[in-house]
């Protein structure tokens, strides 16, 4: 009797264990084009706008699908969509070191983009099927699992390309996720219980998405701003900082090195923030960590020597730890398709972040880095009065819907 109820209480964490494992190598891809992109940027014929422009490219392909990914992982549940998806972009990037014309490359990013927004909605809603009453703790482990990819991969990316130059590096990354999707598959049978119950709640409502959305746009509003002032914070740097400052590859590793420490310090944000949420009023933590964000992004900014190093640490604490507060946010407002929350709360507003950064990469261009990150810095406080008044606006939606119970995000 024991031991079954010792197995009961793993398999939560087997499940998001085996997620986020997937999740580290599904981000630590998509992070690679910041530095890949400079290294092969002379040979292309890419500046500092078209550079970054490429990377937003990618980022967009991922985040703008992620809605729909989600829609169709509410209506169909697999527990194949997750590693079919890892597959793919493993298999995308591993194709980059052959891809020698500007358009193949292109084409293998949009498509790597896109299945990198394929991991994330059935991934999260299943994590969210086994959380129980702990939604934030797990979700940040699944979460620290992609900002932990993403803090390596350009690291990774740049360690290739010294040791076996930029083409066949890129190639070689490519191979332990390929084989951890080819693992993944060959368990994923045994998650399909709980690929059933992340999507009970679609199935059983009728209710179409936009009617259900429709009584609830003024709080997803204030969660998506939210998310892309914090995403700011970390986005502005990780896209044009390592073209601002060179195509070499030891700057590139200076650069790297830069990107992360900001991750590897938001995963400690995130895995804290998202414990702590579970026990603290959310919008409070969401305004402290915004307005830490916006003030240690100004530092980074204004920052020179290895002083560019705490702050950018500081910067990803700050910011990510509010990634699963403000995922989990988005599936109480939505819990009857919690995939499609999740697609809407990470994917779209990493698409309007994207779009953000895409205009800061054009400041940066015209008046230099220091500029445009300090806009970022501006751009990222917008979350503080969206946190501070997100606890009325949900509060008089409920109201309108004849809703009279507290609020499960507060």
């Known amino acids: 009797m024991q031991s079954e109820r010792a197995d009961r209480a793993s398999r939560p964490w087997t499940v998001v264990s085996l997620a986020a494992a997937g999740h580290f190598f599904n981000d630590g891809y998509s992070n690679i084009y910041p530095t890949l992109v400079p290294l092969v940027a002379q040979a292309m014929g890419l ?9 937003t490219g990618v980022r967009m392909a991922s985040s703008l699908l992620q809605p729909a990914f989600g829609a169709l992982a509410d209506r169909r549940p697999t527990p194949y969509a997750g590693p079919v998806a890892l597959g793919v972009i493993g298999l995308c990037t591993g194709l980059l070191g052959f891809a020698h014309p ?6 293998l990013a949009l498509v790597a983009g896109a299945a990198n927004g394929a991991y994330h909605p059935p991934s999260l809603s299943m994590v969210r099927a086994v959380s ?8 940040s482990v699944f979460l620290v699992g992609g900002t932990a990819g993403r803090a390596v991969g350009p690291l990774l990316m740049v360690t ?6 930029v083409h066949a590096g890129v190639t070689v ?21 709980h690929a059933r119950t992340a999507s009970r709640a679609a ?6 998405t936009w009617s259900l959305l429709r009584g609830r746009v003024g709080p997803f509003a204030l969660v998506l701003l939210i998310a892309v002032a914090r995403g700011t914070a970390t986005q502005a740097v990780t896209t044009f900082w390592p073209l601002l400052h060179g195509h070499a590859l030891s700057s590139l590793f200076g650069s790297a090195g830069v990107i992360a420490v900001m991750l590897l310090g938001g995963s400690v944000g995130n895995v804290v923030g998202g414990s702590v949420s579970d026990r603290i009023a959310p919008h409070r933590l969401l305004a402290i960590a915004t307005a830490g964000a916006a003030l240690s992004l100004t530092a980074f900014a204004l920052a020179g020597g290895v002083w560019v190093y705490p702050f950018a640490a500081l910067s990803g604490l700050f910011a990510m730890s509010t990634n699963a507060v403000t995922m989990v946010m988005g599936q109480n407002l939505l819990p009857e398709r919690a995939a499609t929350a999740s697609g809407l709360t990470l994917g779209f507003a990493n698409a309007l972040t994207a779009g953000v950064v895409a205009l800061l990469a054009v400041a940066a261009a015209a008046f230099g880095g220091q500029t445009a990150l300090l806009l ?5 406080l917008l979350g503080l009065p969206a946190a501070l008044v997100y606890p009325r606006v949900e509060r008089r939606h409920r109201a309108a819907r004849g809703d009279t119970g507290q609020a499960a995000a507060f």
């Open 47 to 55: 500046g500092l706008v078209t550079g970054s422009l490429v990377i």
């Open 102 to 107: 500007i358009v193949a490359f292109v084409a």
């Open 132 to 139: 129980g009453a702990q939604p934030g703790r797990f979700t």
């Open 160 to 165: 290739a390309a010294a040791l076996f130059g």
């Open 173 to 193: 990354l490519a191979v332990p996720g390929v084989i951890l999707a080819a693992l993944l598959l060959l368990l994923a049978p045994r998650n399909a219980a």
């Open 203 to 208: 199935a059983q409502d009728a209710t179409s």
């Open 376 to 380: 970022g810095a501006g751009v990222t």
